[in-house]
């Protein structure tokens, strides 16, 4: 019995000790805005039930004490784990209006002083009308002998931008915003704009989110975001983002005809639904200036940063090396095509590898794009990888810029060569017929019989002669055609054209079938991309629309087969990242590419 006792003690001491050993932390936690005159809650929380002394508060000369400390703590045992938090909160008060930092608080837990976050309260004045709800002038509705009013100043949505005015692909931020005196219940058939002309990405708002207090015309009013997301326009011109709107349901407080005492002890409320809409916006792209735009620029537009390291400068041949170049920072990292590194003849080169890390935020997409260009050197020397350079135009100094990566020099030693065996026969000898050099003439009886012919001097000793021989001639004429053919690199990349696209074709129905949007398109790009890259013998890296157009031109491709293929080009990079695409438009635009590589395959001239 006592051994079972001294058991249970050493496991709730393990206990008290693992719950000890966890990292402590000290959370400072108040509303960021408050309202002159109304009571709010500091609280300070320690994710450990262990004592904890001389808490040292900031200073609080902006606000008025009302009551305080209050300590309240909490314990729990789950699935083995102990866990205890206790909190220290304060009532105060705001004493003036502004905006006021509160300062990091410390405490003594366990021997050692944690010092807290800061905060930054901001203090609203009082509202003009504190009885939000009374205000009459606007709809009033009636149930019994109840009556409710609100007015258009009460509850209102309203969509809010950075900006009105922005480049050509420059990135912009749309909240839509619900402002509100009475409560707010819900909220139901919420519509968006389809947002023409702009290329969209959603801002995923926290699941957590808090209703904040915001001042506008005079009044205090509860704030919630209802939808964020970043536009990026995609032509020049003047657009107007359509309204949205909503129902909401909301809670209004009653006023009485007839009051009886009870009036006086208790309110009385009513929930009502109101459809808001939020106005539309108009929005102005203004083009990318053409004076001192870069021949490198293809359409980035933000402010970004380039990085590039190889992994060695030393190798031996048949030994792969690999160039990483990073893009970092915030606009349009999504259409940021892929930098055309060039790796010297004597190197076998692979399609590189390109990983996006990437997020919105409320100035563009903001985060990496990584390119690894993996090659393989078949001969020995010394070679030099080129720079190569990347252009965008920088929103904030109104300018285009160019970055570009280092020159890489690069050794390559001979790699060990093939072993081969080599047998010798020269300590053969032939076989020697010893003392038996004199032989006797045979006196006995006899008979002469023909001697038969030797196979050398048979007809199937020279038909089996001649067939390998022949057979060899004709192999060495076949694949002597196998290798020049071969050697022509245009014409073994001209008959592999089809192929490569039918595959990729192949890919993109997959995608298609699965309503994979964004992985359609790209499907359907590279088909087109690659298949002109292979049929006119030009890296895809070279490859762009203009040069693509005048090569067409020079095959004798009819124009209107081009302008198809034009088109079909700008379908895809605009509806990449379109807002919303239908099946019956992906299952057009499968038909449409495999309709125009088909005409292609019979139109180019080889």
């Given at each position: 019995m006592k051994k079972y006792i001294l058991f249970l003690v050493a496991l709730l001491i393990l206990g008290v000790v693992r719950g000890n050993a966890q990292k402590i932390t000290f959370v400072a936690k108040a509303p960021p805005t408050v309202i002159l005159g109304t009571p709010f809650q500091l609280s300070y929380v320690i994710n450990t039930a262990a004592d904890a002394d001389e808490l040292r508060l900031p200073d609080l000369s902006n606000f008025e004490t009302l009551a305080g400390p209050y300590t309240s703590s909490s314990q729990q045992i789950i699935n083995g784990q102990y866990s205890g938090s206790m909190t220290i909160t304060y009532t105060l008060q705001a004493r003036k209006l502004?905006?006021?930092?509160?300062?990091?608080?410390?405490?003594?837990?366990?021997?050692?002083?944690?010092?807290?976050?800061?905060?930054?309260?901001?203090?609203?004045?009082?509202?003009?009308?504190?009885?939000?709800?009374?205000?009459?002038?606007?709809?009033?509705?009636?149930?019994?002998?109840?009556?409710?009013?609100?007015?258009?100043?009460?509850?209102?949505?309203?969509?809010?931008?950075?900006?009105?005015?922005?480049?050509?692909?420059?990135?912009?931020?749309?909240?839509?915003?619900?402002?509100?005196?009475?409560?707010?219940?819900g909220v139901e058939n919420f519509k968006l704009p389809e947002f023409k002309g702009f290329v969209m990405q959603k801002i995923d708002l926290p699941t957590d989110q808090r209703p904040q207090l915001e001042r506008y015309n005079g009044h205090n009013y509860t704030t919630f975001v209802l939808y964020q997301v970043l536009l990026f326009p995609q032509r020049p011109g003047t657009y107007d983002i359509e309204k949205a709107s909503g129902t909401f349901g909301l809670r209004l407080r009653s006023q009485r005809k007839v009051r009886s005492i009870f009036d006086d002890f208790f309110d009385t409320y009513q929930d009502v639904k109101r459809t808001l809409v939020a106005p539309s916006i108009r929005i102005n792209v203004t083009p990318l200036p053409t004076a001192g735009k870069p021949a490198t620029f293809s359409g980035a537009v933000g402010n970004f940063h380039m990085s590039a390291q190889v992994d060695k400068n030393t190798m031996k041949t048949n030994e792969p090396v690999t160039v990483r170049v990073t893009i970092s920072g915030t606009g349009n990292l999504k259409l940021i095509n892929t930098l055309p590194l060039k790796f010297p003849a004597d190197f076998e080169a692979y399609e590189p590898k390109v990983d996006n890390n990437y997020r919105p935020s409320a100035s563009g997409v903001t985060g990496t794009k990584t390119m690894e260009f993996l090659a393989i050197p078949r001969q020995p020397g010394d070679f030099v990888i080129s720079p190569v350079s990347f252009s965008y135009f920088d929103v904030s100094t109104h300018s285009y810029k160019t970055i570009s990566t280092p020159e890489y020099k690069l050794h390559v030693d001979k790699g060990s060569g093939s072993s081969s065996t080599v047998v010798d026969n020269t300590q053969k000898e032939n076989i020697k017929v010893l003392n038996k050099d004199i032989r006797y003439i045979n006196t006995d009886n006899f008979t002469v019989s023909k001697q038969p012919e030797f196979f050398v001097k048979t007809y199937w000793f020279w038909l089996l002669y001649l067939i390998p021989l022949l057979l060899a001639i004709v192999l060495y004429f076949l694949f002597r055609k196998q290798a020049l053919d071969n050697a022509n690199m245009a014409l073994v990349r001209n008959r592999k054209a089809n192929k490569m696209a039918l595959k990729r074709l192949k890919l993109a129905s997959i995608h298609l079938k699965e309503q994979k949007k964004e992985q359609f398109y790209d499907e359907i790009l590279k088909a087109c991309w690659g298949y002109l890259s292979y049929k006119l013998n030009i890296p895809v890296a070279d490859l762009t629309k203009e040069k693509m157009q005048s090569e067409l031109v020079l095959h004798a491709v009819d124009e209107s087969l081009i302008n198809r293929y034009m088109d079909l080009l700008n379908t895809c990079e605009f509806a990449r990242y379109a807002p919303v695409t239908s099946t019956d438009e992906l299952d057009t635009v499968f038909v449409e590419a495999v309709a125009v590589i088909e005409a292609l395959e019979g139109s180019i001239k080889k």
């Open positions: 502004g905006t006021f930092s509160v300062g990091p608080a410390s405490i003594m837990i366990s021997r050692q002083r944690h010092v807290s976050n800061g905060l930054t309260i901001r203090v609203l004045p009082q509202d003009k009308n504190s009885k939000n709800n009374r205000r009459g002038g606007g709809e009033s509705q009636n149930e019994g002998s109840s009556q409710v009013s609100i007015s258009s100043g009460d509850v209102f949505m309203k969509a809010n931008v950075t900006k009105t005015r922005v480049y050509e692909q420059e990135a912009f931020l749309v909240t839509y915003k619900l402002y509100s005196l009475p409560d707010v219940l």
